[in-house]
């Protein structure tokens, strides 16, 4: 289903859901952001409340049946929250410094957003109390890596080295205990790849990394990455696996039925996606699935019951990327 021009978008339309939905700030019927932009949407995919500010390279959390929508291109405060049963969003207590390209964990009743172009800032959001403080700094500047919790440990890997004289990718791999609010003093197994902006998931105790781009971070000094690894805390070793169909970086992830996602992405140059593949860990096969209803890069997803949602990323146009204005999309996709 391709997607629905605004001269058919009726009121039944509307109400079925089929045409683009206008953000919420905590009303029923706000005004609709970025003039009025109507949501694409593809089979699976339901429009949902637009965000009240639209942005790329934001930080997604699910929390206590609400999305936790953190930061974004370039360095904003923004804080929006989106309630999953309500439909409908509001404004959150802002970062105290501004991020984008973070990565976040929840750890209970508090999220954890670790780095970013806030890098190396890690900053703490206490829900019940709805302020922020702060977390021990990392060990070392962690600009788009992987972070993920397995267990009580956050894992944090590769990256970029936020250092434009010495341009690289990081293969390096430190783990925060969350029990003890210490970073762990041995270095653990490095990536067989430097990357940054991948993909990445946890499934079954391992963690699994695939695309990602190297060794700058933009389109004009970075290329992107094919490879997938999985790691394994047991043994601190990294194991390599089918490389990613499409290869790409800084588009969406996520883990559902112990499946991971790779939603759209971008590069080389402004070239951006709308190819969704699955990755099978105990077949070790990907496989395709119905395109996204648009090319999307900046966007992030996370999963929610038997949903994907996605939300935010960067204009495009024709299949190529349109600057870094955001849009204000929100999809609830459930996939085949």
Not at 15 to 29: D, K, R, Y
Not at 251 to 260: I, M, N, Y
Request: with cysteine.
């Amino acid at each position: 289903m391709w997607p629905i021009p605004s001269s058919l978008c009726t009121a039944a339309l509307v109400l079925l859901g089929a045409c683009g939905s206008s953000p919420g700030t905590g009303s029923q019927n706000p005004p609709p952001p970025d003039a009025g932009v109507e949501t694409p949407t593809a089979p699976g995919g339901t429009a949902l409340r637009q965000l009240p500010v639209p942005l790329g390279e934001v930080t997604l959390v699910a929390a206590s049946g609400k999305l936790y929508v953190i930061g974004g291109y370039d360095t904003r405060v923004n804080v929006q929250v989106y309630d999953l049963a309500a439909d409908t969003w509001a404004s959150g207590p802002r970062l105290p410094l501004g991020t984008d390209n973070a990565g976040a964990v929840v750890d209970g009743t508090k999220i954890d957003v670790f780095g970013g172009e806030a890098t190396p800032a890690v900053q703490i959001l206490d829900l019940g109390a709805g302020s922020w403080s702060a977390g021990p700094d990392l060990p070392s500047p962690r600009f788009s890596s992987v972070v993920e919790k397995v267990g009580s440990l956050v894992h944090l890997v590769g990256g970029w080295s936020f250092d434009r004289s010495n341009n690289v990718s990081l293969s390096s791999h430190t783990a925060f205990d969350l029990g003890t609010g210490t970073y762990l003093t041995t270095p653990l197994a490095p990536l067989g790849a430097a990357r940054n902006h991948a993909y990445s998931g946890v499934i079954g105790g391992k963690l699994y990394v695939t695309g990602g781009r190297a060794p700058g971070h933009e389109g004009d000094d970075g290329t992107n990455v094919a490879s997938t690894e999985v790691y394994d805390p047991a043994t601190d070793a990294w194991s390599p696996l089918p490389d990613l169909p499409t290869p790409r970086s800084g588009g969406a992830s996520a883990v559902l039925d112990g499946k991971l996602y790779v939603i759209g992405g971008g590069l080389p140059g402004n070239t951006v996606y709308k190819a969704v593949h699955r990755f099978d860990p105990v077949a070790g096969t990907w496989e395709q699935l119905p395109d996204m209803p648009i090319e999307l890069t900046g966007h992030r997803a996370v999963a929610v019951g038997p949903d994907i949602y996605v939300v935010g990323g960067f204009r495009t146009s024709n299949g190529l990327r349109q600057g870094f204005g955001g849009v204000p999309y929100v999809w609830r996709y459930r996939p085949p």
